[in-house]
C-alpha cells in the first residue's frame, strides 16, 4: 500500500468492524466498530448497531470497511520514556516503535533533551541520544523541524534539567547559582509555552548530581506554573533507593507537580527484594500528591558503560563501543577474561558505550508491571548499535507476560497502562482512549498472537500480532508486510488535564 493509498480522503470513512473494542480507561472490552473520519475517532459503535446515517457521517461517500473479526481494537500505546529526541528526525520513519503498536512517544527523559543545547560534540550522558548534533536552543525550532518531516509517530516533549544546567553553567560539580537557576526557569518557561509536557531530570548521573533539592524545586515550580508534569530519574536506584524516592516526592511536592518516578526498580543483587519495601512507599506518598511510576518488562536496564555499575556479579552485555567496535554483542566479562584484565579496566578500556545491565531479579519487575500506579515505558536507546531488546518489544512482551503467560494483568488493566493512564498523567488531551472527537490513535492486534520477538542475542526483531497502527487516522503501518504506509505523526502540546491519584 502506497503512503498515498493509505492517506484516503478528507470524505473517507474507515470502519474497523467487529472487534473486540477496548476504550483504554480498563473497562471490559466489549464487541465493537470503530470509525475514523478526518484524523479523528468519529465514532465507536456496539457490534451490530445500525450504521450511522449520511447525515450524521459528514455526508461521506467514500466508505472502506476493515474486518477485524478476533482482533482487539484498542487506543495506539504511548510509550511514555523513550529517548527518541533525534530518532524522529534521523529516522522518522520509526518502525521499532509503530512495529509495536506505539503511536506517541514522550521524548526528554532523565534529565535529557535535545532542546536547549547547541553543540556537535555532544558528552555524556546527552551522548545516549545519538544525535549527530544538537541543534535546538528553542522548543519551538524542534517543533518546527518536526513539522516540517512528520515522523511515524507522535512526539510529546520533556525538557531534561541536565540538558538545561549544560546550557546555562560553567561548572556541572555544584548546586546552581540563583543567576543560573533563573536562567534555567525562563528557558523552561518558554519551552512550556511553546507546549512541553514538563521537566525531567537525571540526578542519578554525574552531570546533575550536584543539583539539590532547592535548584530542582525552583525548576519544577516552574513547571507546576503551566500545568506539567516532573519526571524523574532518582538520584539512587541502589541500596539507597528509599531516600531518593523521598527525596524526588518531596521536590514535586515543594513545587506543586505530579510526579512520575522513571524506569522504578529496584538495581543490584544487595537491593533485590525491596519493592516488597519501595511500592508501599509510593503507595503511602500517593495518597499525598499525584505520583505515578513507569516500567520495562525486563530484567536488564540500559545506559553508558560506567565503572561504578560494574560489579563482577550481574551480566552486563556491552550494546556500543567507540574504542572496540568489535566487541558489541559480547559480555563485559568474557572480553575482560579475553583482554586478561578485570571488568572494571575493560569497562574503561571500552569507553565511550553502552551496555546492558542485568540488575532485576523477575519478581520485583513482576511487582512493578503489574502494580497500579505504573505506566509502560520502552526506555529504549535507538541508536545502540546492539540495542536492548525493548526497543522494539516492551509493548507486545506486556501483554504476552502478563496477560497471556502469567495471568496477572487482565487485558483491560494491560492496556490502559499503555494507552489512558499515560495519558493523563502526561496532559496528553484527546490522546489515549477510544472515544468519539478523540485522535484516531489506534491499533489492531491478534490477541492469540502478540508476542515480542526481540532477544538480548538478537533485538531488533519484528514482534507477532501487531496487525495494523492508526495514527492521527492515517493508516501507518501494516502488520502482514511489515511495512510503513504512512507518516502521520504530530508534535503533541501538553493539554491541562488535571491529575490525581
Known amino acids: 500500500m502506497s503512503l498515498t493509498q493509505a492517506d484516503g480522503g478528507a470524505g473517507r470513512i474507515d470502519v474497523l468492524r467487529n472487534g473486540m473494542v477496548y476504550d483504554g480507561s480498563a473497562a ?19 457490534s451490530g448497531a445500525p450504521p450511522l446515517l449520511p447525515s450524521e457521517s459528514a455526508g461521506a461517500a467514500d466508505r472502506v470497511i476493515h474486518d477485524c473479526t478476533g482482533m482487539v481494537i484498542a487506543p495506539g500505546f504511548i ?3 523513550t529517548h527518541d529526541d533525534a530518532v524522529v528526525l534521523d529516522h522518522p520513519d520509526m518502525l521499532p516503535k509503530l512495529s509495536q503498536g506505539v503511536t506517541t512517544v514522550v521524548t526528554g527523559n532523565c534529565g535529557i533533551s535535545l532542546v536547549p543545547i547547541v553543540t556537535d560534540r555532544p558528552a555524556a550522558p546527552l551522548s545516549l541520544l545519538g544525535a549527530r548534533q544538537f541543534r535546538f536552543e528553542s522548543l519551538r525550532a524542534y517543533r518546527q523541524a ?18 538545561l544546567r549544560m546550557h546555562a553553567m560553567d561548572n556541572l560539580d555544584r548546586p546552581a547559582s540563583a543567576a543560573e537557576t533563573a536562567a534555567m526557569s525562563r528557558m523552561l518557561d518558554d519551552a512550556m509555552r511553546a507546549g ?3 521537566m525531567s531530570s537525571g540526578v542519578f548521573y554525574r552531570q546533575a548530581y550536584a543539583a539539590d533539592i532547592n535548584e530542582l524545586s525552583a525548576l519544577v515550580k516552574v513547571v507546576a506554573g503551566h500545568g506539567g508534569v516532573y519526571a524523574t530519574h532518582v538520584r539512587d536506584e541502589l541500596r539507597g533507593i ?31 527484594g525491596r519493592t516488597d ?16 511510576m513507569d516500567v520495562y518488562p525486563y530484567t536488564a536496564g540500559s545506559t553508558v558503560l560506567r565503572e561504578d555499575l560494574v560489579d563482577g556479579v550481574i551480566d552486563i552485555l556491552i550494546t556500543g563501543s567507540e574504542a572496540h567496535p568489535e566487541m558489541i554483542g559480547r559480555y563485559l566479562k568474557d572480553v575482560a577474561a579475553l583482554w586478561g584484565i578485570t571488568q572494571k579496566q575493560a569497562c574503561q578500556r571500552l569507553q565511550p558505550g553502552g551496555a546492558c545491565y542485568f540488575q532485576m531479579r523477575q519478581d520485583d519487575v513482576d511487582r512493578v508491571v503489574t502494580h497500579p500506579l505504573s505506566m509502560i515505558g520502552s526506555d529504549g536507546l535507538p541508536h545502540d548499535t546492539h540495542p536492548h531488546p525493548r526497543l522494539w518489544g516492551a509493548f507486545p512482551r506486556v501483554l504476552d507476560q502478563y496477560w497471556r503467560i502469567k495471568g496477572t494483568l487482565p487485558m483491560a488493566q494491560a492496556i490502559h497502562k499503555m494507552t489512558g493512564m499515560s495519558a493523563r498523567r502526561f496532559g496528553l488531551g484527546g490522546r489515549g482512549f477510544l472515544k468519539p472527537g478523540y485522535f484516531a490513535d489506534v491499533v489492531v492486534l491478534d490477541p492469540d498472537k502478540v508476542r515480542d520477538l526481540a532477544t538480548y542475542a538478537e533485538p531488533a ?21 511489515k511495512t510503513i504506509a504512512a507518516r502521520a505523526g504530530r508534535f503533541v502540546e501538553r493539554s491541562n488535564m488535571k491529575v490525581a491519584n
Not at 28 to 46: E, K, M, N, S
Open 28 to 46: 471490559d472490552g466489549a464487541p465493537g466498530d470503530v470509525w475514523i473520519q478526518g484524523g479523528r475517532l468519529l465514532a465507536v459503535l456496539p
Open 79 to 81: 510509550d511514555v520514556h
Open 146 to 163: 518536526i513539522d516540517q518531516s512528520p515522523p511515524g509517530v507522535n512526539v510529546a516533549a520533556l525538557i531534561g534539567h541536565t540538558a
Open 196 to 198: 512541553a509536557l514538563g
Open 242 to 272: 528509599v531516600q531518593a524516592i523521598e527525596e524526588a516526592a518531596l521536590t514535586a511536592r515543594m513545587a506543586g507537580a505530579p510526579l512520575v518516578l522513571s524506569h522504578h526498580k529496584c538495581a543490584g543483587p544487595e537491593n533485590w
Open 277 to 292: 519495601e519501595t511500592l508501599p512507599l509510593i503507595e503511602r506518598l500517593a495518597r499525598e500528591q499525584p505520583i505515578a
Open 461 to 481: 526483531q519484528f514482534s507477532q500480532g501487531i496487525e495494523q497502527v492508526w495514527v492521527n487516522g492515517r493508516l501507518a503501518f501494516v502488520g502482514r508486510d
